[in-house]
């Protein structure tokens, strides 16, 4: 059986203890208020890192779309296990219309690009509650999905997945490669603790765009990202993989 490798989806969201505030004119005020990696994204990574554990996957690549202090996040989900982070970095001004559709298609050419086998999501963010991204990326990769997971197992090429349905449990199996979305009631995701943040999230590859991993190699080299948006280019370099940078 061949390695199998995941990518999972991390968001930077508001803290969900942190008491939000209306911003005059729509919106909710950002701006020195404490962000965290979204709940459902942690349940999604914990999951990933224990199905590694158990030695049924090789590798767990993470991404988050955002402005440059995502990659706090990214460096959280390193600590709690990943072995590779890529940072999405779109302005400011643009993530605020990013909207499901636009991740889920970054997504879709991130788990091309990568050959991941799995991708785990959160079932949705607490943020906007969309609820999209996981079905929409697998209809773009015409993937089968288990959505709203609260019960994963992986045997070979096949995938169980149990979820929470309103007469019960209902049992999918899939056949990977495949999407699977996180409910709450799947793990209880570990603590990324101080140490593990400060040696397994402090040694990054500093280039634009900030794609982040612990052993980088030197060279890169510039590509259009096709089949996401004409203003976004992607840096591969050996060893680090992927870049992409909105300009």
Not at 144 to 172: H, K, M, N, Y
Request: hydrophobic share 40%; charged share 20%.
């Amino acid at each position: 059986m061949a390695a199998l490798r995941a990518l999972v989806g991390v968001k930077r969201v508001i803290d969900y203890a942190v008491k939000v505030r209306v911003r005059p004119g729509g919106g909710v005020v950002t701006d020195g208020v404490k962000h965290s990696m979204n709940p459902f994204c942690e349940i999604a990574l914990e999951e990933a890192v224990r199905l590694r554990e158990r030695r049924l996957l090789q590798e767990i690549v993470v991404v988050s779309c955002g402005p440059p202090q995502c990659q706090e996040t990214i460096r959280t989900a390193l600590a709690m296990g990943a072995d590779r982070g890529l940072h999405v970095e779109i302005p400011a001004p643009e993530y605020e219309s990013l909207g499901p559709f636009q991740v889920a298609k970054i997504l879709a050419v991130l788990a091309k690009k990568e050959g991941v086998s799995l991708v785990l999501l959160g079932k949705q963010a607490i943020d906007d509650d969309c609820n999209q991204t996981g079905q929409m990326t697998a209809a773009l990769l015409d993937w089968p999905q288990g959505t709203f997971a609260s019960a994963l197992t992986l045997e070979g090429e096949q995938l169980t997945v149990e979820r929470e349905v309103d007469g019960g449990l209902e049992s999918i199996r899939l056949r990977l490669p495949a999407v699977v979305t996180a409910d709450l009631r799947l793990n209880e995701p570990r603590y990324a603790t101080l140490p593990n943040i400060m040696v397994r999230g402090g040694h990054f590859w500093g280039g634009t765009g900030g794609c982040l991993c612990r052993d980088p190699s030197p060279g890169t080299e510039m590509q259009p990202l096709l089949g996401c948006n004409s203003q976004v280019t992607v840096t591969e370099s050996p060893g680090c993989n992927l870049e992409i940078a909105f300009g």
